[in-house]
Each structure stands twice: as C-alpha cells, then as structure tokens.
C-alpha cells in the first residue's frame, strides 16, 4: 500500500514504532500476537500471555506454540502462519480455537496479517484473535464442532468421511464445505489430524511401545504411523517422545 506524503511525513515522527501495539491494551477481549518468520513469539498483549497462563512477556518471547497448546492446534497455527507469509496476503477472519475464560479450547475468530520489513521483505506474522458471536453464528459452528468432537472421540480407529458426516448430520460435500471454510481442512485431514494427536499424547505421556500406539490409533503398522506423524510434526514418533519425556 503506498502512503501519500502527509502519511509518510507523519510515520516518519512517531518515536516508538512498536507504540501502535499499545492500543490493543486497551480493547477487551482482543488477543494481539506477533511471530518471526521461524514461529517464535516476539510480542503480545496482556491479554494473551496471561490468557497462556504465563505472568509476563518475557516468558512468551521466543517460544513455539506448541509451548502453550496441543500439537493439533500448533500444526494447524503454523500452516496459517506460512500461507500468509508465503503469499503475503492476509487471512482475514478465520475460525480458529482458543483459550476461552476456563482454558478449555473454544471457537475464536482470527485474522493474521504478514509482517514487513522495511525492504518490504515478509519477516513474520502478526494479528488479533477475538470471540466475534456474529460472525461464530455466520459460520455455523455447530456442524463443525460436531465433526471435531466426533473425530476427537474416534482417535483410536479410522473413521470415514461418510461415518464424519452422519455424525455431524450432514452430507460429505455440505461437511467438505463446512471444514474447508471454517478449518482449512478436509474432514480426511481433521480424522488423520485428530488421530496424530491423540497418538502425540500417548507418546509424551506413557511408555506404550510405538508399535502398540500405532496400532491403538488405527495406523496399519509402525512404518505407516512414523510416515504420517513426521509429514504433520516434522519429527518421528521417538523423537518427538524424547523431546516431551526428556
């Protein structure tokens, strides 16, 4: 976007470029992030570390997501974060989960924004995520979290798209829709995602075999399950259990 003179003359005075951030202070229930082109945490409001349940930004600045949430959700998080940089456009208000009031994960509307350097070069991501309940009605959640729950509650098996849908009380296309528009995702990605996932949690948490979590999770063998978690953590099964059990 190109400035008129009067603009560039006045950006040119502001003393503090980081200044425009402290506005977001002030809106409640407005969650402000900014991120390198690496994933790492370089800013954020009040709003948002506290809501990480952390007491300062400090703890915030440098870290991953998967530091503060579910290695679903981080996943999902990063393939925004490099469409947006890669294309440098915005995405403007995408359903996406977040930490309600109770730190249970809920339905927020996001809206990331690329991060310029001043060659016009994209170093990052920054934007605001927020509980709109107009545009949460707009999108029809409910289908959606049907089908989340639901493959959320299936981890242990494979489900098909057709079972996805009847589950969530629609047909394949209307749900491929739903998914597509609201997630991002095909509901093949949400049930694959979903089973990553739960298996992530048995390999941070348990000393079950890879072999036994694999199978537990509706993979046909072990081959197939390090195949799958690698292309959607970029690490192996046993690297990621030696990264979360030290």
Request: charged content about 30%; glycine content about 6%.
């Amino acid at each position: 976007m190109a400035l008129s003179r009067l603009q560039a003359e006045f950006f040119s005075q502001i003393a503090d470029p980081q200044g425009v951030r402290v506005i977001f202070e002030h809106m409640p229930g407005v969650f402000f992030f900014m991120k390198d082109a690496q994933g790492r945490h370089i800013a954020a409001n009040t709003a948002t570390f506290e809501r990480f349940g952390i007491k300062s930004e400090q703890e915030l600045v440098g870290a991953l997501d998967e530091k503060f949430f579910p290695l679903e959700v981080a996943k999902a998080y990063r393939e925004d974060d490099l469409k947006v940089m890669r294309s440098g456009k915005p995405l403007i208000n995408r359903l996406e989960v977040w930490y309600d009031e109770q730190r249970n994960l809920n339905w927020f509307i996001c809206t990331k924004l690329p991060v310029l350097d001043k060659r016009g070069k994209v170093i990052g991501v920054m934007g605001i995520t927020r509980r709109d309940e107009d545009r949460l009605r707009q999108h029809d959640v409910r289908e959606v979290t049907a089908a989340v729950q639901f493959a959320r509650a299936n981890s242990h098996r494979v489900v098909t798209a057709a079972e996805l849908a009847r589950a969530a009380g629609v047909s394949e296309r209307h749900l491929h829709r739903k998914l597509r528009a609201a997630l991002g995702l095909s509901p093949y990605e949400l049930l694959l995602r979903s089973r990553i996932q739960s298996a992530a949690e048995a390999l941070a948490k348990t000393s079950t075999t890879l072999i036994d979590i694999a199978l537990d999770h509706g993979f046909c063998d072990q081959s197939a399950f390090t195949q799958q978690f690698r292309k959607r953590t970029g690490m192996t099964p046993r690297e990621f259990r030696k990264r979360h059990q030290g």
